[in-house]
């Protein structure tokens, strides 16, 4: 039934950012814009501007760092007073990991951008290799890197690189050196990636492809695997295609979450996949699971308003119960504190209907409080 319904709507309206590519322009005209609040909500007493001082020092562990995508900039974020300071970075930023050594590698329009966290400073901009990037600009469809993620030796940086009107690529850079070491093709716009436990794989999260593509870290060798629980009918006109994914810590699986009704468990071996029931019932983005196995995955808001739920985060035992927690207004993605007790669910979306903050939420009881910070965040990180 869902499947027909979103064909239906995929009728109605020709394209989404979320499903077609397409100029920002068009972006108001989208389903999941009318679905999620099309226009971007004027400050209020529950969103107000950042206007903590500047501290000085170094970073107190703890702290949040965010990807301003709506600007040039990350934003340093005390989790409890709001922001505290800014670095300039590159246009454009969208997914950022941090190492154990307090760098953070930075996917922007312009480079991947390298900051000392500890004293929040940009120590380098590490040009892409790939070709046909076009001019450098901000707005979901831009080129340049979107998802990334870091080697766990640290070793080695994979950002995946979207390449507007075709198939992205997947760039190894070297951590020491700081340059682009190899260049992999992978599907189109690739959202997120993550690696392997045992680093040997990356995963490219192609959302415009219906698919993930694997590739050999050592040899760089590529294969790609259908995602697609609901078909590939609708094509770049779809909504129905995977956005985030999560390594499973338990065997290495990789999870895909769909319109909070279908889990999708992938064995990236033999290219196999599961479908885990999930009740949200609502479009969902972003994606963590944490080493005991829980996963967090930040549902958008309705494609359907007369079908689907609101804006939510799922929070979801590796024994397969969920609890989820209503959000106000869309999200993008989530990262959760040291101790496993709070997650930190970013405001930014890659539509319209975003705001310059980030939900404060408490996984015991539920609560959710909103907190200034950055300018239409997506990307996190807890330092």
Same mark, same amino acid.
């Given at each position: 039934m869902r499947r027909l319904v979103l064909a239906a709507t995929a009728v109605v309206v020709l394209a989404t950012g979320c499903a077609a590519q397409q100029s920002d322009a068009a972006d108001a005209n989208s389903p999941e814009t009318s679905a999620s609040s099309a226009s971007k909500p004027p400050d209020s007493p529950t969103s107000p501007k950042p206007s903590s001082p500047k501290t000085t020092g170094k970073t107190p562990d703890g702290t949040l760092l965010v990807a301003d995508f709506g600007s040039d900039t990350v934003t340093f974020v005390d989790p409890d007073r709001g922001a505290i300071d800014s670095v300039r970075v590159g246009e454009a930023p969208y997914g950022l990991v941090v190492g154990e050594d307090g760098r953070a590698w930075v996917a922007t329009a312009e480079g991947v951008a390298v900051v000392d966290t500890h004293e929040r400073k940009r120590?380098?901009?590490?040009?892409?290799?790939?070709?046909?990037?076009?001019p450098v600009t901000g707005g979901e469809y831009r080129g340049g890197g979107m998802g990334i993620a870091l080697a766990p030796d640290g070793d080695h940086v994979y950002v995946g690189v979207n390449v507007p009107g075709g198939n992205g690529t997947l760039e190894t850079i070297d951590t020491g050196t700081r340059e682009v070491t190899d260049v992999t093709g992978v599907g189109r716009r690739p959202f997120d990636v993550d690696v392997s436990r045992d680093g040997r794989e990356v995963y490219a999260t192609d959302h415009d492809s219906f698919d993930v593509t694997v590739v050999d870290a050592r040899t760089? &060798?590529? $294969?790609?695997?259908? @995602?697609?629980p609901y078909g590939t009918e609708g094509g770049l006109g779809s909504w129905l295609k995977p956005h985030y994914a999560a390594v499973r810590p338990s065997d290495g699986r990789l999870l895909f979450p769909f319109e909070g009704e279908k889990l999708v468990v992938v064995d990236p071996d033999t290219g196999r996949s599961t479908i885990e029931r999930m009740t949200a019932n609502t479009h969902q983005h972003g994606v963590t699971v944490t080493p005991d196995g829980t996963l967090l995955a930040v549902g958008t808001g309705p494609i359907d308003p007369s079908r689907d739920e609101g804006p939510s985060l799922s929070v979801r035992t590796k024994d397969g119960k969920e609890k989820v927690i209503p959000l106000d207004g869309p999200h993008e993605d989530v990262a959760?504190?040291? &101790?496993? $007790?709070?997650?930190? @669910?970013?405001?930014g979306f890659t539509r319209d209907?975003?705001?310059?903050?980030?939900?404060?939420?408490?996984?015991?009881?539920?609560?959710?409080?909103?907190?200034?910070a950055g300018e239409r965040p997506l990307g996190i990180a807890v330092l």
């Amino acid at each position: 039934m869902r499947r027909l319904v979103l064909a239906a709507t995929a009728v109605v309206v020709l394209a989404t950012g979320c499903a077609a590519q397409q100029s920002d322009a068009a972006d108001a005209n989208s389903p999941e814009t009318s679905a999620s609040s099309a226009s971007k909500p004027p400050d209020s007493p529950t969103s107000p501007k950042p206007s903590s001082p500047k501290t000085t020092g170094k970073t107190p562990d703890g702290t949040l760092l965010v990807a301003d995508f709506g600007s040039d900039t990350v934003t340093f974020v005390d989790p409890d007073r709001g922001a505290i300071d800014s670095v300039r970075v590159g246009e454009a930023p969208y997914g950022l990991v941090v190492g154990e050594d307090g760098r953070a590698w930075v996917a922007t329009a312009e480079g991947v951008a390298v900051v000392d966290t500890h004293e929040r400073k940009r120590t380098d901009l590490v040009a892409y290799e790939t070709e046909d990037l076009g001019p450098v600009t901000g707005g979901e469809y831009r080129g340049g890197g979107m998802g990334i993620a870091l080697a766990p030796d640290g070793d080695h940086v994979y950002v995946g690189v979207n390449v507007p009107g075709g198939n992205g690529t997947l760039e190894t850079i070297d951590t020491g050196t700081r340059e682009v070491t190899d260049v992999t093709g992978v599907g189109r716009r690739p959202f997120d990636v993550d690696v392997s436990r045992d680093g040997r794989e990356v995963y490219a999260t192609d959302h415009d492809s219906f698919d993930v593509t694997v590739v050999d870290a050592r040899t760089h &060798d590529a $294969r790609r695997i259908e @995602v697609a629980p609901y078909g590939t009918e609708g094509g770049l006109g779809s909504w129905l295609k995977p956005h985030y994914a999560a390594v499973r810590p338990s065997d290495g699986r990789l999870l895909f979450p769909f319109e909070g009704e279908k889990l999708v468990v992938v064995d990236p071996d033999t290219g196999r996949s599961t479908i885990e029931r999930m009740t949200a019932n609502t479009h969902q983005h972003g994606v963590t699971v944490t080493p005991d196995g829980t996963l967090l995955a930040v549902g958008t808001g309705p494609i359907d308003p007369s079908r689907d739920e609101g804006p939510s985060l799922s929070v979801r035992t590796k024994d397969g119960k969920e609890k989820v927690i209503p959000l106000d207004g869309p999200h993008e993605d989530v990262a959760v504190s040291a &101790d496993g $007790r709070t997650a930190y @669910v970013t405001g930014g979306f890659t539509r319209d209907g975003y705001w310059n903050g980030i939900s404060v939420v408490d996984l015991d009881s539920g609560d959710v409080r909103r907190l200034a910070a950055g300018e239409r965040p997506l990307g996190i990180a807890v330092l």
